[in-house]
């Protein structure tokens, strides 16, 4: 296998469950490496959620939980079910979630985001911070978010955008060829996509110089049967 598959996000679904268990404690690195702007990204992807209590809500490809304390914090009542491919991150997350008293609080179920194992309409929100430009068809995730949301759910999700200006240098010559190699992860154009599987109101958001990008969507209320 040709090192150059690696730098061109081609790993299959397989082959990202075990690189992220294996590299859950990397992973663990994550805010550091980033040089803590992740952290500006989840704040933003939570508000875009617009949660409000006693809502039933979805994580997808949750990681080491720092997202789901942040959701958590905010849901204060409702149910948080947090979906992960990897059982090396999602220990972690729930453990973290343990030894801060939350663990109670939240779902931990192992499988895939691109054929989830819940049933249609079971969730009012969906998030997914940085994973739709790691899996292997995160179109598939999309209409996967779409089947599981009530009519009328909301989205949002984070992902990598394509940088700007200076940013864009040491993107091209240091992130990108970072992210691709050890986390499958890359920029992807997903706008069509979201679209294409039925939401309606799609906004999108760029932040620090185009580097992440921010969608929120909504999926169609039911129109109402003639009476």
């Known amino acids: ?34 040089l803590f702007t992740k952290k500006l990204v989840r704040r933003l992807i939570l508000d875009g959620a ?3 209590n006693n809502q039933k809500v979805l994580e997808l490809a949750s990681g080491t939980g720092e997202m789901t304390r942040l959701i958590l914090q905010a849901l204060r009542s409702g149910q948080l ?27 931990f179920v192992i499988g895939d985001a691109q054929h989830t194992p819940f049933i249609q309409k ?46 864009a240098i040491f993107d091209r010559l240091l992130w990108e060829p970072y992210l691709r190699f050890i986390w499958n992860c890359g920029t992807v154009y997903l706008t069509e996509s ?21 969608i929120t969507a909504s999926k169609p209320e039911e129109p109402m049967e003639n009476s």
């Open 50 to 52: 617009q949660l409000r």
């Open 122 to 167: 079971a969730f009012d929100v969906a998030i997914c911070c940085y994973a739709l430009d790691t899996v292997e068809n995160p179109e598939k995730v999309i209409k996967e978010i779409y089947r599981v949301l009530y009519p009328g759910g909301r989205v949002s999700v984070g992902l990598k955008g394509k940088a700007k200006g200076i940013t």
């Open 194 to 214: 979201f679209k294409t599987a039925g939401f309606i109101d799609l906004r999108e958001e760029d932040r620090i110089r185009g580097y992440y990008r921010l």
């Open 81 to 107: 079910t947090c979906l992960d491919i990897s059982l090396g991150t999602l220990s972690i997350g729930r453990k973290k979630m343990k030894e801060a008293g939350l663990d109670n609080a939240v779902n």
């Open 1 to 34: 296998m040709g090192i150059s598959r690696y730098l061109k996000r081609e790993r299959t679904s397989l082959e990202i469950k075990h690189l992220y268990t294996k590299m859950a404690w990397l992973y663990e690195l994550d805010d550091v490496i980033t």
